[in-house]
């Protein structure tokens, strides 16, 4: 899942599209060059699966997308296809931003990295400009790490030209591999605009790491309305398509669904939003078709939300679920285990509201303190890190892992999921049998069952 913000394997196998290496690949397409797209995480594939299909295309250039939790393997893998095959490579994405200089450091065969936004970095790269050039570029040089000046963000008409990435997708990779529970398959990622207008979050990764602080640079609606067309018109196979950006804010949610009625567009979507939308909204948000909302619910703890500057209550959320539910629409709910604040008991009353207000779907998360956060530097600072495991006095690690699968027990071995089940027994168990086989041999942990 490591295409995604968070890069650890889900108990549900989602699989998100790799939508930023998709935005590159299309551009540099558009630029004349000639892609391969080898999404090695997804597919499966072994070291050797992947070197043969390197051997094979023979490149030029090589871009790297690593993750956070493999960038051993991704270092070393990638210095070996540098050494045995001389194309020189470059590492992008915000795991690397977290991070740049130790990903340089660490590498023996690799001296480039991009920060944030990438497009353009690695196109002037590939041109052969000159490295003090380049913005967002990282590079080695006699033993030093050097960071240039950071480059603006792209502006519409730049994002507008970026050729379709729906379409790159719909060549370049084969849609079985890719699934979340919240969605039908087969689906599809694309991006309208980058960045959070709310933007202050502590804890997210590419809030700090990508698109910073409370920016966001959105596509022409006309040029994002091009685009469902295209899918509606050419990959009649997608049932849905997953809108990635950081959150859909209420002003661009409405011209969305405005444009969108207008042009008669039926394929379904989906999106990330905050809760706190209204009514009116909602209601909107269903009438022009939208399936599911992506909410990062985080705490039922005022005081925790507070701290993470989530700038919501317990309470505006509650009033939330039940008005998306009145209007028609799914939602899959983000908890996280192991805020800083938290404690087993209002972890607990977490476990508890989640039950009550009953998303379609529900992630009870553990929390990961990424490197480049705010939130990462208050823990290491408070000794709170192991190994960048969190590990509280008052609340350890252990605890956090037994909360956490004790929550997806609770919430999904219910009475209420039950009689969701048998209401639609194919979409919540039939096709999802292999996913309920892997993670009930987690989450039924006897050990000290609460």
Known sequence: MRNARCDFVSLSGTQWFPILLGYLGAFLEGKGCNIKLIDAPAYNLSFRETENIYLDYKPDFLIVYPGDKSKESDIEFTDFLV???????????????????????????????????????????????????????????????????????????????????????????????????????????????????????????????????????????????????????????????????????????????????????????????????????????????????????????????????????????????????????????????????DSEENIKDLINWACSIRPYTAQFQIFIPFRGTPIYKELKQQGFLNNNRINYPYLTNEKIEYLSKFAYRKFYLSLPYILEVLKHPVNLFFKKIRTIKKALSTVLWSKGLL
């Open 83 to 341: 050494a045995k095959y001389g194309a020189p490579a470059i590492f992008v994405g915000p795991y690397y931003s977290m991070d740049s200089f130790y990903f340089l450091k660490k590498s023996k065969r690799v001296s480039h990295g991009v920060e944030g936004e990438f497009e353009y970095p690695v196109w002037e790269w590939i041109q052969g400009k000159s490295l003090e050039e380049i913005n967002n570029l990282v590079f080695k040089r006699d033993g030093s790490v050097i960071r240039n000046d950071s480059r603006l963000y792209l502006s519409q008409s730049e994002l507008d030209s970026i050729p379709f990435v729906s379409n790159f997708f719909h060549r370049h990779l084969n849609f079985k591999y890719y699934r979340t529970a919240s969605e039908p398959h087969p689906f599809l990622d694309i991006m309208t605009g980058r960045g959070c207008g709310w933007g202050l979050c502590t804890f997210c990764l590419w809030v700090h790491t990508y698109i910073k602080e409370r920016t966001y640079n959105k596509r022409s609606i006309g040029n994002v309305m091009e685009e469902l067309e295209f899918v509606e018109k050419n990959m009649k196979f997608v049932r849905s398509v997953m809108i990635q950006d950081d959150t859909f804010p209420k002003e661009r949610i409405i011209e969305f669904c405005s444009e969108k009625l207008k042009r008669n567009i039926k394929i379904r979507w989906s999106c990330y939003v905050r809760a706190d939308l209204d009514f009116e909204t909602l209601q909107l948000m269903k009438k022009a078709g939208c399936l599911n909302l992506h909410v990062g619910f985080e705490s039922a703890n005022n005081e925790v939300l507070k701290k993470i500057k989530k700038g919501l209550t317990k309470e505006r959320m509650t009033k939330f679920a039940l008005e998306a539910k009145k209007a028609g629409l799914r939602i899959h709910g983000d908890f996280l285990i192991g805020l800083p604040g």
